[in-house]
């Protein structure tokens, strides 16, 4: 009996000093922004962005996220109904997923107000296609209960890649535009909440 207490002690002991940090870490939608820009008649550029962003970081320091795509904005109403229909097709594909592993390591050994670059490799799933993507962030610890990860420069999406091609030429001929591009820069700026 005092082998097997002792044998317990001994797991429970190993478990607690090799992982020291474990926690999950779910993102604070009224503290973070995905925009990305479009480009019409080859000169203007305007600024989107979503309003309904959810996810997390898990204890092996898995990045989850999850785009609302119904809400997007763009300042224009009818804008913004045409791309939830002809683009992102809304009723059929309700959100934007992007999922990546982070260095468990390196995130548990996090400082508050230490700056982590990485080149983070990550799958977008948009509009039934998933595709690889390398994206730049920092990773900042803010407090010891918030992270905030930036983009550190935007990341780019094409619309061939995720078949929306058809819904941009719909855009394009909705509003009587000459052209809009088909590569669109995205950014973000996410914060995360530790929940334990």
Known sequence: MRQITLTLVTLLTVTIISFPALAAWKLDNNSSLLSFMSIKKSAIAENHHFSRLAGNINETAQ???SVDL???ITNIAIRDERMKKFVFETSKYNSAKFSAQLDKTMFEALKIGKVEKLNVIGTIDFHGH?????????????TD?????NTIKPFFIRADAFDVV???N????????SSIDYVVPVSFSVTFIATE
Not at 130 to 142: C, E, H, P
Not at 145 to 149: E, F, N, Q, T, Y
Request: avoid cysteine; charged fraction near 25%; hydrophobic fraction near 55%.
């Open 170 to 177: 719909k855009l394009k001929e909705l509003a009587s535009l």
């Open 63 to 65: 990045v989850d996220v």
């Open 145 to 149: 209960s918030k992270i905030l990860v």
């Open 130 to 142: 998933q595709q690889k993507m390398n994206v730049d962030v920092s990773v900042i610890k803010l």
């Open 70 to 72: 119904a809400s997007v």
């Open 166 to 168: 058809a819904g941009i």
